[in-house]
């Protein structure tokens, strides 16, 4: 069992450039989660996806952000024209479980660390 | 919306020595309580978790922590720790109490252990 897969680990984008971030959940895993996490921060939730679905983006930035499940592939965030700020970890998570119960019980991905030049 | 607090940011501690990672959380309602552990270079993964029942519960690697309601604590506990226990310690608490989707985390606490 492979686990929550991410890539890329690692990440360097100037400043207005995109970034793609990819999330595969571990298997027979339907729910994806992701977080961020700022330095010298605990993680912030950012939204909650199902496959073609997302549940909750209410910790999404309002723009330049998005994710998408789609019903093949790894979840992708993107964040588009990046800034310094946006510098940080981005971890998904997935759970076999949906819901507020499953959501809490949360399996993560060693997560992808972007750097902003 | 419900938050903790982890009041230490770093815990040097011999090896074999006891050490307690403190963490308090705010809520006045029926609560649900995380730790998590994060290794170097990996994701996190739950260390124990507390839903309901016994004050006491019981994780991975010998830890364990005690929900104390009256003083809002949830703290983490072993009595011997390795070397290999070096890693950043999470504690989590649903956003929106026990039925919100989101996990409000704290701000984590780095063990260390001295050899």
């Known amino acids: 069992n492979a686990g929550v897969m991410q890539n890329p680990r690692h990440l360097v984008r100037r400043r207005g450039q995109e970034a793609r971030l990819r999330c595969s959940p571990m298997?027979?895993?339907?729910?994806v989660y992701w977080y961020r996490q700022l330095p010298e921060e605990g993680l912030k939730f950012m939204v909650y996806l199902q496959k073609e679905n997302i549940i909750d983006e209410s910790g999404m930035p309002k723009e330049r952000f998005s994710a998408e499940f789609p019903k093949e592939g790894p979840s992708i965030l993107r964040i588009q024209q990046v800034v310094r700020g946006d510098s940080a970890a981005y971890f998904c998570a997935s759970s076999q479980q949906g819901g507020a119960f499953g959501a809490n019980v949360l399996t993560f991905g060693a997560g992808s660390r972007l750097t902003v030049l | 919306a419900q938050s903790v607090t982890q009041l230490d940011s770093q815990v040097p501690v011999f090896e074999e020595a006891p050490v307690e990672l403190r963490c308090n959380y705010s809520s006045s309602v029926s609560v649900y309580l995380f730790w998590y552990v994060q290794y170097p270079n990996q994701g996190l993964q739950l260390l124990l978790k507390?839903?309901?029942?016994?004050?006491l519960v019981k994780g991975i690697n010998g830890f364990e922590a005690e929900f104390n309601k009256s003083q809002t604590s949830f703290h983490l506990r072993k009595p011997s720790v390795h070397i290999s226990d070096t890693a950043e310690y999470f504690c989590a608490v649903p956003a929106g109490g026990a039925g919100s989707y989101q996990l409000t985390f704290g701000k984590g606490t780095k063990l260390s252990v001295i050899p």
């Open positions: 507390y839903l309901s029942g016994s004050t």
């Open positions: 298997k027979g895993h339907s729910h």
